[in-house]
């Protein structure tokens, strides 16, 4: 049988690192194409992403086309040598659309209707929507599948929408139906035998609406399954319409960082192009790491090289105050990027709208214009980026240690009625990135039920629940050779949401050593475990060890006093509590260089953070104070054009690309 074979992200890149960003056109008197044309080429910009949130300009009325606007734009990038990433526009309905067809409109959880006039109004169930979705992608795909200027498909924008709809309910039902095939299943599923919750015909069954006490969390667990579903079924039904006439090109809809509402291992799988929106905060210390835990992400989702999709030059428009990024800071972060695998560094958007919602959110062409320091950054960076795409696009570099991430643990675990609010999936995940990357070990990320033999490392910071194909991977995994290192608060639930037997999986506590788990210990905001070697927060546990096992760490004082925090058995280690941040590094990095995984380069300063790609290394400088940094041995910086040897200078958000 011939397989068949997708296209990726170097079909669109052809050996160049895209640079570019979202262009809306449309918002600007047509004079001032020329002039951005003229821009984008001085600033080596070679894709553009068009379309994005034109569709009342595309079809202005129900089953109108006007298409010319964007002829005249695809023949102008393509006579200027700038690709084009297609949109569909389908993720903000004109007005026309809501006013005819009320049942476009998702439905909030409270059954208030959310209307035109923002973004992101379409209910992801109903069947007018994706009419309207599947013909207006239909007659692009059919007008511009043949464009010499189109790279690339983008499907909607950032899928997030949920709808607790009459319509949506209807959906949900047949999805349960698939999922379970019987009312019986469904009720032994969701544990209805509680608070009289048995249902007796599918019709009683509805999406978790208000209620007056705490919802059935599998309910509200399927209901984020389905939900992540549905959106998927949105993008398949585009992403078929496009691949179908144009079956080399590659297709991407783009993801939002560590977003709540989307299964991306599932979507990913359904990607040519991986890609990300990713806006840290540039006042946050911990920006660079965050930005480093969505790129290691992504990465590990493509499995190869990935697309940034959108980032901001400057400041965005949508936190409580938004700082503009100091000199030096957009091109540090784009480069951090390319350094974790980015074949693609793109922007939310090229010129700042004087207009809407977003005016004040930065683009590449500020309101400042060509003068500006926004766009001479961008002009620089746009050279440098030319300057080394031939030596990095299409690289990919493997990683010793896997972090364990998957939605439906965090969904189930992310619940009403759990014992402690204080313990947030994403900060925990984050947590323990940051050890790992202050002890500069690059990750890469793994679901549970992928395949680990590669890694001599795999972390756990949480999975609450785990199917039993998880567990027997994680067992295997160790039992092959690997080290295993776990958070507190997995393995308790299965796929159901139901508590395994003794509150945590029985293969799992015979796998760390722990022969009864009696008590959780949440702590309070700003309340300490004090250990024996360092403070726990969050979480602690009041847990008897096996003969066979090692308390590798104790609880000291109070209630716990004695018992083991850190359990170690052969190759599979649990922490009972969130040791603070440098005590987590220390330890997390003594497990890793005992397993044989070594930092990127020994004696970084702290601020530097060094990453390979195929045969390059990246230095990348967080700090505002020159260092100095070791790198035995002769180099040729890419970015400078010179020799480098057994040392070197970076200063203030300075970056060298060393090829050895
Ligand atoms: C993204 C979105 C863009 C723009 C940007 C602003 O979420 O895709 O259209 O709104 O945020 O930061």
Request: charge should be negative.
């Amino acid at each position: 049988m011939a397989v068949e074979k997708r296209p990726h992200l170097g079909d669109a890149t052809r050996g160049r690192i895209l640079y570019g960003g979202d262009y809306n056109p449309e918002q600007w008197p047509e004079e001032t194409w020329p002039e951005d044309v003229r821009l984008m080429r001085a600033a080596g910009v070679n894709s553009v992403t068009l379309g994005v949130f034109s569709w009342a300009k595309l079809e202005p009325r129900p089953g109108e086309r006007d298409f010319g606007w964007l002829d005249r734009l695809m023949d102008l990038m393509h006579d200027n040598g700038i690709g084009v990433v297609l949109a569909t526009p389908t993720s903000s309905p004109p007005p026309w659309m809501g006013h005819l067809h009320p049942d476009t409109l998702p439905v909030t959880e409270d059954g208030r209707t959310e209307y035109w006039g923002g973004r992101q109004h379409f209910s992801h169930s109903s069947a007018t929507y994706r009419r309207y979705a599947a013909a207006i992608t239909e007659d692009l795909a059919a007008r511009y599948g043949g464009h010499p200027a189109l790279t690339m498909w983008h499907i909607n924008n950032e899928y997030c929408t949920y709808d607790w709809s009459d319509e949506a309910a209807a959906r949900f039902r047949t999805w349960l139906q698939d999922r379970y095939g019987s009312l019986d299943a469904l009720n032994s599923a969701w544990g209805t035998a509680f608070w009289s919750q048995g249902y007796g015909d599918w019709a009683e069954v509805h999406t978790p609406r208000n209620a007056h006490y705490m919802k059935n969390p599998s309910q509200v667990l399927d209901f984020k399954r389905f939900t992540s579903d549905m959106l998927l079924e949105c993008y398949l039904a585009e992403r078929d319409i496009v691949r179908l006439a144009t079956p080399h090109t590659p297709v991407t809809s783009n993801f939002m960082p560590l977003w709540v509402g989307q299964d991306a291992w599932r979507w990913a799988e359904e990607e040519d192009v991986v890609s990300v929106d990713l806006y840290p905060d540039p006042r946050d210390p911990l920006g660079a790491q965050q930005g480093a835990l969505v790129q290691d992400m992504t990465r590990s989702q493509a499995r190869g090289p990935w697309m940034l999709m959108e980032q901001a030059a400057g400041p965005v428009n949508w936190r409580g105050v938004n700082h503009p990024k100091p000199h030096g800071l957009n091109r540090l972060w784009s480069l951090q990027a390319v350094a974790r695998g980015a074949d693609a560094v793109c922007y939310f958007q090229w010129r700042q709208s004087r207009q809407g919602a977003e005016k004040f959110h930065s683009g590449m062409v500020s309101h400042a214009g060509e003068e500006g320091r926004t766009y001479q950054e961008i002009k620089r960076l746009g050279a440098e980026l030319a300057a080394i795409s031939g030596q990095v696009t299409g690289r990919h570099t493997a990683h010793d240690v896997a972090v364990l991430h998957d939605w439906h643990a965090w969904w189930a675990g992310a619940q009403d009625g759990r014992l402690s609010n204080q313990v947030d999936y994403p900060d925990v995940l984050k947590a323990w990135h940051r050890a790992l990357w202050e002890a500069h070990l690059t990750t890469d990320f793994a679901h549970p039920e992928h395949d680990l033999t590669a890694y001599k490392v795999v972390v756990v910071p949480q999975l609450y629940a785990l199917t039993d194909a998880a567990i027997d991977n994680l067992l295997a995994y160790v039992r092959q050779g690997g080290t295993l290192v776990s958070g507190f608060l997995t393995g308790v639930a299965d796929e159901d949401d139901r508590v395994r037997p003794g509150g945590m999986d029985t293969r799992l506590r015979e796998l760390f050593g722990i022969r009864t788990l009696h008590e959780w210990w949440p702590l309070d905001a700003g309340e300490y475990a004090d250990c024996d070697t360092f403070r726990g927060t969050l979480w602690s546990e009041e847990i008897d060890k096996t003969e066979d096992a090692a308390a590798e760490a104790s609880y000291k004082g109070g209630e716990l006093d004695g018992l083991p925090a850190v359990l170690r058995r052969g190759r599979a280690w649990y922490l009972s509590t969130l040791p603070e941040p440098g005590a987590l590094r220390e330890l997390l990095a003594g497990i890793a260089t005992g397993a044989g995984a070594r930092p990127v380069l020994d004696g970084l300063p702290d601020q530097v953070e060094a990453v390979r790609r195929g045969d390059l290394l990246f230095l990348l400088h967080h700090g505002r104070e020159p260092v100095t940094v070791p790198v035995p041995g002769t180099h040729h910086d890419l970015l400078t054009g010179t020799a480098v040897t057994d040392r070197l200078t970076l200063d203030r958000y300075g970056v060298a690309v060393l090829r050895t």
